[in-house]
């Protein structure tokens, strides 16, 4: 066995069920791994339209058939399951270490089905699994989770993936995390393990992963690792500043979204900048398992301390909620960390809020906590903390900021798409990137089809980022290849110095296979597609593939970006048709035929 | 003409975060990059107003000029 373990681990906790499956390997093959291959489990297993939170629903910890090899950044493992706020399929990712602790269990996924009467958490160990009482765990934070379950293992080399309270009360932006900082962020995924009253799997490894074709692995591996070592993003950007480094490209650019999207630059954004964090807060780099670009900050300001924060969490926090406040930044993402939010949801929901506070929509007789006002530093922090609890006005914050708006009647203020909230970039000066933004599987996701490279940071190459022209070839393109590297198990950083043959040849020394990169491609078209299908099945419609009103309506109003909005009714049509999908935006039976899921 | 000059990450290391420089009619994005002592293969980004530029434009009175070099994230 190369590459893949061959083996998957199936849990039911409902009847304590534990079972070691063999992989079909042809199928795995099929969708790649990871996002792929659990996506794939997944629709075949549950029914789409059920309830997430519903114990029928399944949530697969899947890992990619690189996770784990000696290839670089390639600590990654997916977290796939229906999303409790979207409605959609939610395959979260995240780094760190427990996807390659995982692979050297002995296992390629691990699928959780049913409910556990009581808390509960798994504990494996080179190949062997076992379900263990959890209830003196239940509401505690995820760094003293993290470190007293390693402690009660015996051995310090153990990994722990968790919920925080976050997961335990249900709240629609529960992350899972693991590694203490390290999240599967998006779409409420920590939400469908607390709703099985799963607190946290544990594990540790010993086994030796081998590739098929060690002779021109090393080959491959040495060519791979140039490239790195000589590419100025990977080698000299990302490790100097980390993702941080972009808050003063975006907002020079004027795409930088302010108060909840109401403005798109933000004055004082040098104060909550990449250079800031380095100068004032940085303590030192984190590298994820394997990986030779270590962009993870480890921050510290007072006694709060931890790794973060990320680009988007800085944006979130900062220029949308109007604060310019760093040191209130970091502590509010360590809220997030400790009760296991997506920093992303977590932030935006709060601007959402405090539009709704501004406008007099939401009442200050209702907020038992600091004013929901733009700027405040005190209401970031404390707000993220009482949402990551459920205390009082907090619980409605955890339902997101779609469910919080449309209480009001004003759903139209929620910067979402799918009700995932959008991230840090403005669609109406990034085009292209709108486009990603409404037809992500998962909704309002930046990275699944990252057109910031291409548009604003000029790489693979520079394209006019308020022209229409391409932007559908580009937006499917890049959410194809995304889903590959997804799916490899690979860090999609690697992407900005490396390039689909890179990624095949990896795969097929480690693996021991001889495909060609359209092969990949056509792999991650398949992957894509299987998810759009599923989301159809959900009852998520193609009307859903779109943007907020203001973003489609209202001109920027400020800043170098001043007077665009974005033309998603003209890229859209463009889109479906490079998809092969009918004019409804339904996948056709010739495609699916073609990529082989009718 | 005075021109204002906006840098970011590596490039404040020994210069400056932001600054009026003046320049003479005619002067390029080139001129200004070699006055910093900037090669043009480190600038990744150079934007002109908050637009695209190439360091072959023309400067004008009163234009801000932000200088970075390459970059990435998510």
Same mark, same amino acid.
């Given at each position: !066995? #190369?590459?893949?373990? &061959?083996?998957?681990l199936r849990i039911n906790l409902s009847s304590g069920e534990i079972k070691d499956e063999k992989l079909d390997l042809a199928m795995a093959k099929k969708f790649i791994g990871g996002r792929g291959l659990a996506t794939y489990l997944l629709s075949g297993e549950i029914d789409p339209g059920i309830d997430p939170l519903d114990s029928a629903n399944k949530i697969i910890f899947a890992t990619g058939p690189l996770t784990g090899s000696r290839a670089p950044a390639t600590g990654r493992h997916m977290v796939v399951t229906k999303s409790p706020l979207s409605g959609t399929v939610a395959s979260s990712n995240s780094g760190g270490f427990w996807g390659a602790e995982l692979k050297r269990a002995g296992f390629d996924l691990i699928v959780v089905e049913g409910k556990s009467e009581k808390p509960c958490y798994i504990f494996i160990k080179d190949g062997a699994a076992e379900i263990k009482d959890a209830e003196k765990y239940w509401g505690k934070l995820v760094s003293d989770i993290t470190e007293e379950l390693v402690e009660e293992s015996g051995d310090p080399k153990t990994r722990v993936l968790c919920i925080g309270p976050a997961g335990e009360k249900l709240s629609m932006l529960a992350a899972v995390m693991n590694d203490t900082y390290r999240a599967a962020g998006r779409s409420g995924v920590g939400a469908v393990m607390g709703s099985k009253n799963l607190k946290a799997i544990v594990v540790r490894g010993t086994g030796r992963l081998v590739p098929a074709e060690p002779e021109q692995c090393k080959q491959v591996l040495e060519k791979v690792r140039k490239k790195i070592k000589e590419n100025d993003v990977t080698a000299k950007g990302l490790p100097t500043y980390g993702t941080s480094v972009l808050v003063n490209v975006i907002n020079e650019l004027g795409i930088y979204p302010t108060n909840n999207f109401q403005k798109s630059h933000f004055g004082t954004a040098d104060k909550v900048s990449g250079e800031a964090l380095a100068e004032k807060y940085l303590v030192k780099n984190m590298a994820c398992y394997g990986c030779p670009i270590a962009c993870g900050r480890?921050?510290?300001?007072?006694?709060?301390?931890?790794?973060?924060?990320?680009?988007? %969490?800085?944006? #979130?926090?900062?220029? =949308?909620?109007g604060v310019d406040d760093l040191a209130a930044v970091i502590k509010a993402n360590k809220w997030c960390n400790e009760y296991g939010l997506d920093t992303i949801s977590a932030g935006a929901t709060i601007a959402c809020a405090m539009e709704l506070y501004e406008k007099g929509i939401i009442k200050p007789d209702e907020v038992d906590g600091p004013p929901l006002e733009f700027g405040s530093s005190e209401a970031i922090v404390e707000w993220s903390r009482k949402m990551g609890a459920a205390e009082g006005f907090g619980a409605k914050l955890a339902l997101g900021s779609y469910r919080l708006a449309e209480e009001y009647g004003m759903a139209e203020l929620s910067m979402s798409?799918?009700?995932?909230?959008?991230? #840090?970039?403005?669609? $109406?000066?990034? +085009?292209?990137?709108?486009? +990603?933004? #409404?037809?992500? =599987? $998962?909704?309002?996701?930046?990275?699944r089809g990252y057109m910031i490279s291409p548009e604003v940071l000029g790489l693979p190459e520079q394209l006019d980022r308020f022209s229409l022209e391409g932007k559908a070839l580009w937006v499917k393109t890049f959410q194809d290849l995304t889903a590959v590297i997804d799916s490899l198990g690979f860090c999609l950083f690697t992407s900005f110095a490396l390039g689909v043959e890179d990624y095949?040849? !990896?795969f097929n020394a480690i693996v021991g296979e001889e495909w060609e990169p359209g092969r990949m491609l056509e792999a991650g078209e398949r992957i894509w597609n299987l998810e759009r299908m599923f989301n159809l099945k959900a009852g998520v419609r193609p009307e859903a593939d779109s943007?907020?009103? $203001?973003?489609?309506?209202e001109p920027i109003s400020d800043g170098p970006s001043k007077g665009h909005v974005h033309h998603l009714a003209e890229l859209l049509p +463009?889109?479906?048709?490079?998809? &092969?999908?009918?004019? +409804?935006?339904?996948?056709?039976? %010739?495609?699916l035929s073609m990529l082989d899921i009718a | 003409m005075v021109v204002e000059v906006r840098l970011f990450a590596t490039f404040r290391k020994g210069r400056f975060k932001k600054r009026e420089m003046e320049f003479s009619e005619g002067s390029s994005l080139d001129d200004l990059l070699k006055r910093l002592k900037i090669s043009k293969k480190e600038a990744g980004l150079l934007l002109l107003n908050g637009q695209y530029a190439s360091w072959k434009d023309k400067l004008a009175a009163h234009d801000v000029v932000s200088i970075f070099p390459s970059l990435g994230g998510g």
């Open positions: !066995m #190369a590459g893949y373990c &061959g083996k998957l480890y921050s510290k300001v007072g006694d709060v301390e931890g790794e973060g924060p990320e680009y988007e %969490t800085l944006w #979130a926090y900062s220029a =949308n909620c798409v799918k009700k995932l909230e959008l991230p #840090a970039y403005d669609p $109406r000066g990034v +085009q292209g990137h709108g486009l +990603q933004y #409404a037809t992500s =599987n $998962r909704g309002g996701c930046h990275v095949t040849d !990896m943007l907020p009103k $203001r973003l489609l309506e +463009q889109y479906y048709k490079e998809r &092969g999908w009918d004019e +409804q935006g339904i996948p056709s039976g %010739t495609r | -």
